[in-house]
């Protein structure tokens, strides 16, 4: 959960270098409204210097992907998997 509103996001960190080829959201239990509506995807390949809960500018992001999330308006459910065209 994120209370920041607008442009709110997360850094994950895998184990190993990967290309991310699709992203999927769940509803969560509460209001409809608080749902995710659009997204945009970043990647690096530097190591996240980042502190936890800044804004994650220590690195450079290059925009890979953006789009809308039609999540449904049932609570605790899948999304629909949106697949990326990123081969980097």
Wanted: no cysteine.
């Amino acid at each position: 959960m994120n209370f920041a509103r607008l442009n709110t996001g997360i850094i994950i960190t895998p184990q190993n270098s990967s290309i991310v080829t699709s992203i999927s959201l769940d509803t969560a239990n509460d209001a409809v409204e608080r749902d995710p509506t659009s997204f945009i995807l970043f990647g690096t390949n530097e190591t996240i210097q980042s502190a936890d809960n800044s804004v994650g500018n220590s690195e450079d992001w290059t925009a890979i992907e953006s789009g809308d999330f039609n999540l449904p308006d049932s609570r605790n459910t899948p999304g629909t998997v949106i697949n990326l065209a990123n081969y980097t």
